[in-house]
Structures are given as C-alpha cells and as structure tokens.
C-alpha cells in the first residue's frame, strides 16, 4: 500500500489516498471488507482507479483507499461473433493493439485509447458513432463485479444492476471483468469525408446529413469566431475501408503509438487567447475549402489527441477544467458559445456532435440531442459563468458529464438526472454497507 | 475538496465575528456560493449578526452551522468541532480568532497569560485538531492568520508580538509536518489591517483593507502549503527591520 497524491486529468484538484493493486479476487474482497463507511463511520471507502483519464475527481476518493486493477489485463479468444471477454485492467489501446490486426474493432471508442476496460463501462463512454451505436453500454454480453458486500456476481443486460453498474463511476461494485462485443473490420484504414462549414447552423446541418450518410462523424468549432462566423468549423466523418478499397492499408500493419511527449511542466500562460485564435484560424482554413474524400489512419482519426502523450501539461500547472453537455434543444449550443465569449471565457478545442438514443441506465450521460465539448483554463473567475452554464443546461432538460465534471454543485444533478433516486435504490442493494465513494460521489452528494 | 476551480464547498471559521474572516467568506461566495459554512466562536450577538450574513453565502441547499468555541478554554469545544467533521468533509479552515492586549493588560500577568492563552494556546489546540481530521480527509486548506509582528519583537507591542510568534512558528511547522497529506497550511502575515481589533488605532505605514487579506487567501488556495505577506511590500520591508542592528531597532518609533 502507497500513499499516493492523485488527480484527474485536467490536473486541477488534487487528494491522496492508499493505493493498492489486488492481484487476486479475494484480495479485492479483502480491501472491500475493511471499508464499509456504513458500519464504521469513519472509513472513507474504497474506489477502482482506472488510468485516471476522467478529467475531474471521478477517479479519485481523498483519504480512503484506491485500487488499480492492473493485474486484470487479459484478453480472452475472440469469437466467431465477435465476443470476446476481457479484464478491467486492459487499456482499450491494448485491446486495440490486439484485436485490429485480427480483423476486429471496438464496437465504442472514446477520443482516448488510454483508459482501462472497467474506466470506459463505468462511464459508460460514447464515441463517434452514437448517433448509430450507442454508448458502450450496448454492446456488452456481461459485466463480472464484486459487490460491496464481497460477492463476486456476473451481471446480465436488461436487469436493474447492470444499468446501475452501467455510467455507475465505479460507485456500485468493483467491475473485474467485461464481455464486449466487437465490430468485424476488414483493413486497419478509414475512410474520411471532410467538410469545412461557415458557420453553426452549416456545421449542425452538415453533421444532421454525414450522421445519415456515415458510421462515424464529429465537428470542431471554432468557438472564438464571431458574427457571421459563429460556429464555423471542420465536419469530418469517417467509415470503415472496405479491404478492396484503393489505399486500404492491410490489417496486420496497424501501428498506435504517441509521436511526442511534451514537456513536463510548461508556464501557465501559454495558451493565449490571441495565440488559440491564431490556432483556430490555422486549423479552419488547413481543411479543404471543398469538402475531400481522403484515407486516415484508425489512431490519426479515432485518437488524435493521444499523438502528443500527456499533452494536458500545456496548459501549465493552473490546470485546465473540460465542460461538457448534453442537450435535446439546439439552440442551447449557440447560447452556450455565446455566453462564454460575452464572458470573455477561451473555451478552446471545441467538438461537437449528435447523439442518438439514449441507453438504459440512470446515470448514462448521453441523451438524445446535442453534446458539445471544450477545455477551458482553470482560472477562479470562470466558476460563476460555468455555474449559470449548469442551470442552462439543466433547464434544457440536458446534463453535464460526471466524467469530465471537476466543479459543478451538487444542487444541478437531479433535475440533469432525473432516475438520480431510482440509482440510488440499486446501487444500494449492490452496496448495502456503502463501500464505494469518490471525490466526485461526495462533491455532488450522489451517494 | 477544492473544486478544478479551487473553489471550496465547506469553510469552518474559527473566530466567527473577524473581518478578515468575513471578507475572505465574502470572496469566497462571490467566486461560488458555499455548500457549508460552520461559524464557531463565542455567542452574543456579533456572531449572530454573522450568521445572518452568511446565510446569504451558501447555494439554495447550503447551510449555516454554528459551534460555541472561546479560545480561553478551547478543549470545551472540543467534542462539537469534532462533530463538525464528522457530519462532513471541510475544504477549507479558517483560523482567524485573536485579540490585541491593550497597554495597561501588559502590566497585568494574569491579563498577559490570558492573551497568549487565547492567540497561542487556543490556536494550538485548534489547529491540533484540526490538522488530524483533514490529514484523515486527505485534503484541505489550513488558513492561519498571523502578523507581520511576530517576526521581530517590538517595545510597543511585544505581548501580541510573541503570540503571533508563537503561532505562525506552530502553523508553518505544521504545514511542514502535513506535507504530502493533502493538507495546505496557509499562513498568512498582514501588516496593519483596518478591521474592529485596530478601530481607534493610528494606522501603521502600509495599512490594508481586509478585503485585500481576502484576495490575497483566496488566490493562494489550492497552490500547497506557503507564508503570505499582505500587502507583498511588507516581505522585503520585515527583511530589513529584521536584520537591524538591535540598539537601532529598540530606538525606532514604531
């Protein structure tokens, strides 16, 4: 056991705990017997710390003990139909690094291949394709946990637990093993559709027509151009390449790994607003005035942001706090852009995108609609504008993400989840001692 | 825990009815309104006055708690600061209680004991306390409220000098000892601050506002365990009294 000081992502808040790593399903039983905040009242629980991507304090439990599962990193035989299953412990980059050049894919991904199998099922992780596939929540044939109480037990779709474990944050059960169902592909090449839009209502009228055309689609905004060019940005949508297709690289020859490592420690202050403008500008006019068709690689298209490794330190040490939204209503998105620039708020590397149906569980973030994502300088004075973000968005009948969330108040989370109670029903019976806690599960009261 | 913000969502004040107390609470609220606000000091009517105030700091669901704590017997509170954390995590403490002996109680042993059993004493065994429960949190901020008088004795104002001493050597040794914790110590040094203790008084040169001892606090949290000076003029201009020969200093009108 190690004290460790832990943080998310965006680095902006930091707790230390014990951190252990169970090699074994009775030593997870074991750290689960001594922490259960239920019997005694000064335990500060336990949680399972993936590879610590959540950008807030989802991953993190002050004071209490944490466990890695990196011993749970095995990867089964896939079969015919694609299921395969998997430890908690493996990182989707490994799984990835496995399956492609047999010819399989994951059925979800999220803009990072490095997070842990048990991470991206906890918070139920969308991708590019949500608005045909659904979050990843949908494509699992079980979920093995142990219980707080320090039960092993596999769960099923379609029963209360699974859904509860389903975007549960880890707060329900400590998830040991996962069976995916993969997507069968036939080259380790995408084909890629990009189209530079003017303004906001081009850019959601382009991705309302590729979500028809392709699996796979996203946006980035330019959300400091103003006026006429409101929400101008980049659509770009991509499809598996067929084998036979020109340019189609074979299977065996995917490669994934980061280019760059920057710098450890960069001066806060780097990241101007007339410096992210020069950027926007850059990137706006390098994409085709004319909308391509070209081939991309999978990392260079699924992952852009793993090429530069822990490229969070650019921001320098004041850290940088991601907001992300889901809304049904459209016009929230202007809003949104609008009152961060009359605030004077750079809200920086913008992407959005539709999503479909929503899954089944209580607290899955995706809802069908709107989501729109964006990294933002921890600076003090953002607080209150982030703040009447919340209620905005909560009025539109939306919801933040718990998975990037590092700041918002606890009083928002029941109208943006309304089966809220309904989770915390299950989650009790999954729990009864109230074992598993969070920095997140205590800021927004969740449990 | 401090949010990615470095926002707080529960503040505990030692010293209900201090200014700067009140202003740091104030510009805490402005950045984002409190979940908690625990208000321990002696009862009457200046803490409830406080009370009120803080009642219009905290969100829509937050509240308003109040402890009894007098720092001349401070282990009568012990049981109920305890309770404070127990009912929940504390982002940030705020040690602001002190008084500032008078001429004639430097004369008066029982008078001088009594004020270093409240700005010493007292404080030791708050922040005693305090310091085991938000090392067992595994996070918090520690604001101590020294003086820039406990860095060199003067003639004038020894008694409060040495108290100061006292605790801004117990504040930083502590945040020394919680390093690695989670835990941050703030210890913070004004000079002459316009506030009720010093109402009547002279100020002395480079006097502040308590508004500015609030912003200063409030932009150092979440930046670990450091000493403060308010205004910063005062590091450079305390250096040099320091280190003046002492037959000069003892002369100095000060």
Known sequence: MTRERLSGWGRGSWSVSDVTHPGTVEAVSAALSTARRGVDRSSRGVLVR?????????????????LRLDAFDSIGPIAEDGTVSVGAGTSLHALLAHAVPLGWFPPVTPGTQHVTIGGAVSADVHGKNHHRDGSLGAHLTHVDLVTGEGTPRRLLPGEAAFDTVVGGM???????EVGLRLRRIESAT???????TPDLDATMDQLRADDARHRYTVAWVDTLARGTSLGRGVVTSGDHAPASDDGATGLSAYRSRALLGAPPWLPSGLLTHSRMRLFNEAVYRRAPARPTVTMGSIPSFFHPLDVVSNWNRAYGRAGFVQYQFATPDPDLVAEAIVTLQHAGVDGFLAVLKRFGPSASGPLSFPTPGWTLTLDIPAERSVAPVLDRLDQRVAESGGRTYFAKDGRMR????????PRLDEWREQRARLDP?????????RRLKLC | MLTALATPQSVLVLGATSDIATAVLDRLARNAPLERIVLAGRAGAHRDAEVARAGALTTPTGRVEVVDFDALSPEDSGPALEAVFDAGDIDVVILAFGVLPSESDAHDPAAAAAAATVNFTGAVYALTLVGERTRRQGHGTVVVLSSVAGERPRRSNYLYGATKAGLDAFATG???ALHGTGVSVLVVRPGFVHTKMTSGMAPAPLSVRPEAVADAVVGHLGRGSRTLWVPRTMR???SLLRHLPRPVFRRLPI
């Open chain 1, 50 to 66: 993936g590879l610590g991507r959540s950008y807030g304090d989802a991953a993190m439990n002050a004071g209490g003990h944490v």
């Open chain 1, 433 to 441: 001692h109230d074992v598993f806690a969070s920095d997140l599960s």
């Open chain 1, 170 to 176: 880890g707060l329900a059960g400590a998830i040991l």
């Open chain 1, 410 to 417: 606890p009083q928002f989370v029941t109208t943006m989840y």
């Open chain 1, 190 to 196: 995408m084909t890629v559709h990009t189209t530079r």
């Open chain 2, 174 to 176: 502590l945040g020394d």
């Open chain 2, 236 to 238: 450079p201009v305390m």
